[in-house]
């Protein structure tokens, strides 16, 4: 976005169309724990266990490429048509219908002739749940000023942490409805909530992304791109490390504490939530270089703690640390990282930004299986 759009910048922030985002984005949280809560039972039910690791490596790869792919794919379609949620509704159709076919075969047991489609369903799932996110989050340009998008990013960050902070009540609401009806509301979730999304978003938003894709364009330096692919990794760090590895290094260290390991770990999340929350009030009218930079220096100083220390106190407060900075590089790095993108390749750089932030999840997810 060039510098003189952003100081005339007086648009007020459009809410419904935030409070929207969100709940496609809750819904997007409460089926990938449904996913991951019921994939190791289909895989022993199915009799697929030969297929763990293909399923593990599809799934970091498939979150570390589609975001971007499907960004690019919607910044072409949008340029050449105007039509800017083809890619979005493709992704949220084909989520849904994938979802009923999937409880389909888990309804239909692993004797019928159409267990052989569960696997490539899954990894079909696992793409159309990524072709929307890049193409919906983009979004947010739309929604607010830019001095605006920090308080964006802890609402939308606040409502998703805590669903995954809440994940035990989530996953016993999950073994309430069983395996085939989960899938079937997972399905409803995401087609009413994508449809939503698209339902609210108003002339204005999409008359503002048109207004972007007129001003003038500048090109992607290598060091825009190289920070937008950095910013993306410290983030998928600090959430790599709270969610992967941190449980793992409680119960193998502080064998005491071995069973409240997950529960410390929400309670992590949920803490990052609301301090984010605040955090895009704090930081809204401060340079988000300066933020990132002290949020890499706290973050890089939390992860040493909790790897070399013996203590459980300190371990604790290296994770608190880490956890604090999480929260101001989820609230700064997406609207740091949009001054870098061409106005013509918004949904592209997105996608770059959600698809470097999975990177480290997926080598950890691997390493720790």
């Not at 696997?119 to 979004?139: E, H, Q, T, Y």
């Not at 605006?148 to 805590?162: A, D, Q, S």
């Not at 949009?338 to 750089?349: C, D, P």
């Amino acid at each position: 976005m060039e510098q003189q759009t952003i100081s005339q910048d007086t648009r007020s922030l459009k809410w419904n169309e935030v409070y929207s985002l969100a709940a496609l984005n809750v819904a997007v949280v409460i089926s990938w724990i449904a996913y991951h809560e019921y994939q190791p039972h289909l895989i022993e039910r199915f009799d697929l266990g030969n297929l763990t690791n293909f399923l593990i490596i599809t799934k970091a790869l498939v979150l570390v490429l589609v975001p971007p792919l499907a960004g690019l794919l919607a910044d072409q379609i949008m340029k050449k048509s105007g039509k800017y949620f083809i890619v979005f509704t493709v992704g949220i159709g084909a989520t849904a219908m994938i979802f009923m076919v999937v409880a389909t075969i888990i309804g239909a047991g692993p004797l019928s002739n159409i267990q052989v489609a569960l696997p490539i369903m899954i990894v079909f799932w696992l793409i159309s749940m990524n072709l929307f996110i890049s193409p919906a989050n983009s979004m947010i340009e739309a929604f607010a000023p830019v001095q605006k998008l920090p308080v964006v990013m802890g609402f939308l960050f606040l409502t998703t942490e805590l669903i995954y902070a809440l994940e035990p009540l989530v996953v016993e609401l999950v073994h309430f409805f069983g395996d085939t009806l989960t899938f079937v509301v997972g399905g409803v979730l995401i087609s009413g909530t994508g449809f939503l999304f698209h339902r609210i978003s108003s002339d204005e938003v999409i008359a503002r992304k048109k207004e972007l894709l007129g001003l003038p364009s500048k090109t992607l330096s290598i060091a825009g791109f190289v920070t937008i692919i950095v910013i993306g990794l410290q983030l998928g760090l600090g959430k790599a490390l709270l969610i992967e590895f941190f449980p793992e290094n409680i119960e193998s260290k502080f064998t005491d504490y071995a069973n409240y390991a997950n529960y410390i770990t929400f309670g992590l999340l949920g803490f990052a939530a609301v301090l984010a929350f605040f955090a895009g009030f704090m930081i809204q009218n401060m340079k988000l270089e300066r933020v990132l930079i002290i949020a890499f220096i706290i973050q890089f100083i939390g992860i040493i703690v909790i790897v070399v220390s013996d203590t459980f106190s300190i371990t604790m407060a290296g994770a608190i640390l880490t956890a604090g900075a999480f929260s101001f590089i989820n609230v700064s790095g997406l609207p740091f990282a949009l001054k870098y993108l061409s106005v013509k390749h918004i949904t592209y750089g997105v996608g770059i930004y959600i698809g470097s932030s999975e990177v480290v999840s997926g080598i950890l997810e691997y390493l720790l299986r």
